[in-house]
C-alpha cells in the first residue's frame, strides 16, 4: 500500500540553525501539505500546496517557513534560524483533492531545538 | 482558531462495547469530514470520512455519523478492541479551503 515517507525521523538542532525536512508523497496524489503537533497540543495546520505552488498558509507559516517540491518526488520544509518554539512533530501528508480518502500522513519528523 | 472541538479529553470503554467519540463544528462552509487514530510518535492514521451530502458512513467496525444541523459528528467503533486504544482526532475542510482543521483529540482506552 503506498504511504507517505519523511526523513529524518528525528532532527536535533541549535537554536538559529537552519533544516531542512523531507517528504515523500504518495505518488498519484496533487495535494499536499504540512502539519506540526507541540507536544501536548493539537495538530496544527502549517501549509498546503498545489500545482507547484503555496495554495493556502497558516499565521505560523511567516517568512521563516518555506516549501518547496525540487522534483517529481520530493517535498520539503525549510526552517531557517530555528527558535526552542519550533521544536515540534512535523508531518507531511498528501491527498489526490476533491471528496475522496484522506489526506494521508506520513510518520513525522521529531525536531528538536536546543 | 476553535472551529473544530472535542470536548472529551478521553473515554474509556470495556471491550466489546461501543465506542462514541464526538465532535463538534462551527463554520458551516465545512463540507468534508475526517476521523484520524493516532499512536504516540506516529502520524495521524486515516480512518474514514463523510461528505457533507450524507448523514453516514460506514467501514467496517467504524461509523461516522454527521448532523449538519446541529454541526456535530460522532464516530461509533463497534465491537471496541483493545487495539482500538489511541487518540482520535476529528477534522474538517470547507470546499473552498485548502486546510483541514483538527480537533484537540479524544484519548481512547479500550480495556479488555
Known amino acids: 500500500e503506498p504511504e507517505v515517507t519523511q526523513t529524518p525521523s528525528h532532527q536535533v538542532t541549535q537554536m538559529g540553525q537552519e533544516v531542512i525536512l523531507r517528504c515523500v508523497p504518495i505518488?498519484?496524489?496533487?495535494?499536499f501539505y504540512w502539519y506540526r503537533q507541540i507536544l501536548g497540543q493539537k495538530v496544527e495546520f502549517l501549509v498546503s500546496?498545489?500545482?507547484?505552488?503555496?495554495?493556502?498558509k497558516s499565521e505560523i507559516f511567516d517568512d521563516q517557513f518555506s516549501v518547496e517540491r525540487p522534483d517529481g518526488s520530493n517535498f520539503t520544509l525549510k526552517i531557517r534560524s530555528t527558535k526552542l518554539e519550533d521544536s515540534a512533530m512535523y508531518f507531511c501528508?498528501?491527498?489526490?483533492?476533491?471528496?475522496?480518502?484522506?489526506?494521508?500522513f506520513g510518520p513525522g519528523t521529531r525536531l528538536t531545538v536546543l | 482558531d476553535q472551529q473544530v472541538k472535542q470536548n472529551s479529553p478521553s473515554l474509556s470503554v470495556q471491550e466489546g462495547r461501543i465506542s462514541i467519540l464526538n465532535c463538534d463544528y462551527t463554520?458551516?462552509?465545512?463540507?468534508?469530514f475526517l476521523w484520524y487514530k493516532k499512536y504516540p510518535a506516529e502520524g495521524p492514521t486515516f480512518l474514514i470520512s463523510?461528505?457533507?451530502?450524507?448523514d453516514k458512513n460506514e467501514d467496517g467496525r467504524f461509523t461516522v455519523f454527521l448532523n449538519k444541523s446541529a454541526k456535530h459528528l460522532s464516530l461509533h467503533i463497534v465491537p471496541s478492541q483493545p487495539g482500538d486504544s489511541a487518540v482520535y482526532f476529528c477534522?474538517?475542510?470547507?470546499?473552498?479551503?485548502?486546510?483541514?482543521?483538527f480537533g484537540s483529540g479524544t484519548k481512547l482506552n479500550v480495556k479488555p
Open positions: 501528508a498528501s491527498s489526490e483533492g476533491g471528496s475522496s480518502q484522506g489526506p494521508f
Open positions: 505518488s498519484n496524489h496533487l495535494y
Open positions: 500546496f498545489y500545482n507547484n505552488e503555496i495554495s493556502e
Open positions: 463554520n458551516s462552509m465545512f463540507d468534508y
Open positions: 463523510i461528505s457533507s451530502i450524507k
Open positions: 477534522a474538517a475542510r470547507g470546499f473552498y479551503f485548502n486546510k483541514f482543521y
